[in-house]
C-alpha cells in the first residue's frame, strides 16, 4: 500500500512539475521580470493558417496596464522576412494612429535593422524599457534596442491594444476576456 501511494504521488508531482515548466518563463523574461506571471496567451491565425503563439508577461495580478513591466513573447510557427515583418508593423502603426505609413520612415528603418527574418520555432521577445524604448530579444539573446516617440504604445498596441486588428487575441493576451 506504501509503494502504492509513492507511485501517486510521484505521478501527481511529475504532472504538477508538467504544468510549471509548460507556463514557465522564457529566460529573458527572467530576466528582465522580478516576479513574471503568464498574464494571458494567443495563437494568432490569418486564413486558417497558425503565424505564431504570443505570450504575455507581468509582474502583477489584476488589469493589464501599458505602463507596468511587461514582456510580450511570440514564438513563430511559420517563416517571415524582416522586410515582411518591418512593414506590416508600421502598416499596422499607421492603421491605428490613421495616418500614412510615410509618416513612419524613421521608425520603419529601425525595424528592419533590428528585426530579423524568422523561421519555425524562433522567439522574439519585447520589453518596453521606457515609454520611448524597446528591447528586443531573440531566442533568449540581447539583440537591439529601438528608442522613438511613445514607441511602446505604438508597438506593442499591435498585439495588446484594444484597437488591434485580432481584438480577441488583444483581449486573451491581456487577460479580459
Same mark, same amino acid.
Given at each position: 500500500?506504501?509503494?502504492?501511494?509513492?507511485?501517486?504521488?510521484?505521478?501527481?508531482?511529475?504532472?504538477?512539475?508538467?504544468?510549471?515548466?509548460?507556463?514557465?518563463?522564457?529566460?529573458?523574461?527572467?530576466?528582465?521580470?522580478?516576479?513574471?506571471?503568464?498574464?494571458?496567451?494567443?495563437?494568432?491565425?490569418?486564413?486558417?493558417?497558425?503565424?505564431?503563439?504570443?505570450?504575455?508577461?507581468?509582474?502583477?495580478?489584476?488589469?493589464?496596464?501599458?505602463?507596468?513591466?511587461?514582456?510580450?513573447?511570440?514564438?513563430?510557427?511559420?517563416?517571415?522576412?524582416?522586410?515582411?515583418?518591418?512593414?506590416?508593423?508600421?502598416?499596422?502603426?499607421?492603421?491605428?494612429?490613421?495616418?500614412?505609413?510615410?509618416?513612419?520612415?524613421?521608425?520603419?528603418?529601425?525595424? #528592419?535593422?533590428?528585426? *530579423?527574418?524568422?523561421?519555425?520555432?524562433? @522567439?522574439? =521577445?519585447?520589453? %518596453?524599457? /521606457?515609454?520611448?524604448?524597446?528591447?528586443?530579444?531573440?531566442?533568449?539573446?540581447?539583440?537591439?534596442?529601438?528608442?522613438?516617440?511613445?514607441?511602446?504604445? #505604438?508597438?506593442?498596441? *499591435?498585439?495588446?491594444?484594444?484597437?488591434? @486588428?485580432? =481584438?480577441?487575441? %488583444?483581449? /486573451?493576451?491581456?487577460?479580459?476576456?
Amino acid at each position: 500500500m506504501k509503494t502504492f501511494h509513492a507511485k501517486v504521488i510521484a505521478v501527481i508531482f511529475v504532472a504538477f512539475q508538467t504544468v510549471a515548466s509548460a507556463n514557465a518563463a522564457p529566460t529573458e523574461v527572467e530576466k528582465e521580470l522580478s516576479a513574471p506571471q503568464l498574464k494571458g496567451q494567443h495563437t494568432a491565425q490569418y486564413w486558417g493558417f497558425q503565424l505564431f503563439n504570443a505570450e504575455l508577461w507581468t509582474n502583477q495580478p489584476g488589469k493589464f496596464s501599458l505602463d507596468q513591466p511587461f514582456a510580450l513573447t511570440l514564438s513563430y510557427l511559420i517563416p517571415f522576412s524582416r522586410e515582411f515583418l518591418a512593414w506590416s508593423s508600421i502598416k499596422e502603426i499607421a492603421r491605428v494612429e490613421g495616418n500614412s505609413p510615410k509618416k513612419y520612415v524613421k521608425l520603419e528603418q529601425q525595424l #528592419r535593422n533590428c528585426l *530579423i527574418s524568422v523561421r519555425k520555432g524562433m @522567439r522574439i =521577445t519585447g520589453i %518596453a524599457e /521606457s515609454v520611448d524604448t524597446v528591447v528586443l530579444y531573440v531566442n533568449g539573446q540581447k539583440s537591439c534596442t529601438m528608442h522613438y516617440p511613445n514607441l511602446r504604445e #505604438r508597438f506593442f498596441g *499591435i498585439w495588446l491594444a484594444p484597437t488591434s @486588428r485580432d =481584438t480577441r487575441g %488583444a483581449q /486573451s493576451l491581456r487577460g479580459s476576456n
